[in-house]
């Protein structure tokens, strides 16, 4: 309402001071707030300029850092003139904004009609804001080179969590800036009191984060993550049932892609509070198989059963063979339809397509020579034997009758 009642009395103003005659000089000196129609003309001429000029020196600096991009040296001062490149038009329309205001009239200090103090005050104000803000944003900009930095440093490790940091660092540190600039500007410039607008966003900020506790939750759950590193980007894992390799750990969540090719999204605060099975950083495939012959092998075909088994294993590069982690095969119980070989061994390096190629080549060459010394697998059944066989004789015995016969014999 008062924005309306003041620019009536502008326009009344306006009317009071309007000249008679129709001619071009009455036109051009017709006033406004007592102020000439040739003083806003120029006002808008020098803001035009300004942003020609302002474009213009954007033009300059960015051909200094291409010029600079050909050379072996100088990153640093080429990453700098392009940070430079959009703040300096900023800049520039800044100052240009605070020229115009010699432009204009204002009652205060020629004594005559024109603008308010407090609008010259504003004007002021505007003028150094656009300033601060041009500055801000060439640290905002600066961050660039930060990042540049980080991501040379990240390069030369080889876990891929560091990669994920650097923006994670770069987004923290704009925000910063962001909120800074406000502070200084609303503080310093606009003369707002942040002490009180602090302490109302403190009350408010209780209640955000009662609200948004699982948030808060997820976020220091990542930085768990980034400083432990459970794991890395591209690392197979297990977790609450799902498996699979991790493909982004976020500010609040971790992606991982399943086997099924399924896409799960897990908060960090459960992942840091639940057991992680890390399968990526395993050094080998270890494999646990049982081999079962039939209860009529011979002793010595299973001993030789055993040694086939070896000599396969001993002739399989892939195979491991570290003294701690040799192969073992050994005949170890007598199960309920089979007499039970344990095999054990590792595959190296601990590559799971690999592994099944693997025992692809140990089974088969198992399977060839078994049939070669006639040992057979032995699979669930059931033997039946008769009365009177020669090999296991079976004696049949009945309870005698009331008559007192003898039981009949087999």
């Known amino acids: 309402m008062k924005a309306i009642i003041g620019l009536t009395n502008l326009l009344v103003l306006a009317e ?40 213009i020196v954007r033009y300059l600096i960015l051909r200094s850092a291409h010029k600079l991009a050909q050379k072996e040296k100088g990153q640093l001062m080429e990453l700098f003139l392009r940070c430079l490149s959009r703040p300096s038009v900023v800049g520039v329309f800044a100052i240009g904004v605070y020229l115009a205001r010699f432009c204009l009239r204002f009652s205060h200090i020629e004594g005559q009609p024109g603008f308010s103090e407090s609008i010259e005050t504003r004007w002021i104000q505007v003028s150094q804001s656009l300033l601060a803000l041009a500055a801000a944003y060439l640290i905002y900009r600066l961050v660039d080179i930060v990042e540049y930095y980080l991501k040379r440093w990240t390069g030369r490790t080889e876990t891929k969590l560091d990669d994920m940091l650097v923006p994670v660092i770069r987004k923290s540190l704009r925000i910063f800036v962001t909120v800074v600039a406000v502070l200084f500007i609303s503080e310093n410039i606009l003369g707002q009191e942040i002490g009180t607008i602090l302490a109302a966003a403190g009350i408010g900020g209780l209640a955000f984060a009662l609200a948004a506790k699982d948030t808060i939750a997820n976020f220091f759950g990542s930085v768990t993550i980034f400083a432990d590193r459970p794991f890395q980007v591209g690392e197979r894992i297990k977790l609450g049932g799902y498996d699979g390799p991790v493909e982004q750990v976020g500010f609040r969540s971790t992606r991982i892609r399943t086997l099924d090719g399924h896409q799960v999204t897990v908060p960090n605060s459960i992942i840091v509070n639940d057991m992680v099975e890390n399968i990526g ?79 692809q080549k140990v089974n088969l060459a198992m399977m060839r020579a078994f049939a070669d010394e006639g040992i057979e697998f032995a699979f669930p059944s059931q033997t039946v034997y008769l009365a009177g066989d020669d090999r296991r004789q079976v004696t049949l015995k009945m309870l005698a009758g009331t008559t007192g016969q003898a039981p009949p014999t087999a």
Do not use: C
Not at 306 to 316: G, N, P, R, S, Y
């Open 281 to 359: 950083r395993r050094p080998f495939i270890k494999r646990v198989a049982n081999i079962g012959v039939t209860y009529d092998t011979p002793p010595d075909k299973v001993e030789k059963a055993v040694q086939i088994i070896k000599d396969i294993l001993a002739e399989t590069e892939e195979v491991n063979r570290d003294p701690d982690l040799v192969p073992r095969v050994y005949f170890n119980d007598f199960q309920d339809f089979y007499l039970n070989i344990l095999m054990i061994y590792w595959v190296k390096p601990p590559d799971y397509w690999l592994s099944q190629e693997v025992h």
């Open 16 to 55: 009071q001071e309007k000249s008679p005659n129709g001619g071009f000089w009455d036109t051009i000196n017709y006033k406004f707030a007592g102020n000439e129609v040739w003083r806003f003309g120029l006002l808008l001429g020098i803001i035009v300029v300004t942003l020609i000029v302002g474009r």
